[in-house]
């Protein structure tokens, strides 16, 4: 029987920590290639410092409509003139191969995927303080005071959906943090439906009639 993998959805307000979240896992922890990060599609130009296939997949209007006509997404929307896509056929090729997917998004996209995938997993990422939100976005030393502003505004928002998720993780202490994260995938993989498939002929061999090897 083919080994499936969990489809992980990770949401979190701007400034929370996700997103370094998911770059030290995925570097300290998967070097037996277990997990996969989903590369969302989008239309958009690329930027100084973008990369394809590593900050989004690039492709044009046509080539993402055509995409939508497939069913390739399990979500997308327009921002404006643009296309962003959560891609379904990458995602579900990873499973099928017994990979872990992780999938950075909000809320909204979050709910449209539960609506569609039994086996998901979902986890929100929480700064430990409002204050603290607020002095990491001032940190970063890009946005006016107004943006930042926005911002706050927003992170609250988005943090009042946290009771939608499976698993909620504080981001006080980063490596607490790292640590945590990681052993919700551990558990999700020792479940007994998992391990029914994946180890589906030791458990045969186990649960079965004892025979001496010099019978």
């Not at 998911?22 to 989008?42: P, Q, V, Y």
């Not at 492709?59 to 006509?69: D, H, R, T």
């Not at 995602?91 to 569609?116: F, M, S, T, Y």
Request: net charge negative; charged share 25%; glycine share 6%.
């Amino acid at each position: 029987m083919t080994a499936v993998g969990t489809l992980f959805i990770i949401s979190a307000p701007s400034g929370a920590g996700k997103s370094s979240l998911i770059d030290a896992l995925l570097k300290r922890f998967n070097l037996d290639d277990s997990l996969r990060l989903s590369i969302s599609h989008t239309t958009r130009d690329m930027r100084p410092g973008d990369a394809d296939g590593v900050t989004y997949h690039f492709v044009s209007k046509e080539e993402f409509e055509a995409l939508i006509a497939r069913g390739a997404f399990f979500e997308y929307a327009q921002v404006f003139d643009h296309y962003y896509g959560t891609s379904r056929e990458n995602a579900e090729k990873w499973i099928n191969e017994g990979k872990d997917v992780l999938l950075d998004i909000d809320w909204q996209g979050a709910r449209k995927i539960r609506a569609q995938v039994n086996n998901v997993c979902s986890i929100f990422i929480l700064p430990p303080s409002l204050k603290e939100l607020e002095r990491r976005l001032n940190s970063r030393g890009r946005d006016s005071a107004e943006v930042i502003a926005d911002r706050m505004h927003k992170a609250q928002r988005e943090i009042s959906h946290y009771q939608e998720y499976d698993y909620v993780i504080v981001n006080d202490d980063f490596d607490t943090a790292l640590l945590q994260l990681r052993a919700i995938i551990l558990s999700k993989r020792v479940e007994l439906a998992k391990q029914q498939q994946r180890q589906a002929s030791l458990l045969a061999d186990l649960t079965a009639g004892y025979v001496p090897e010099d019978a």
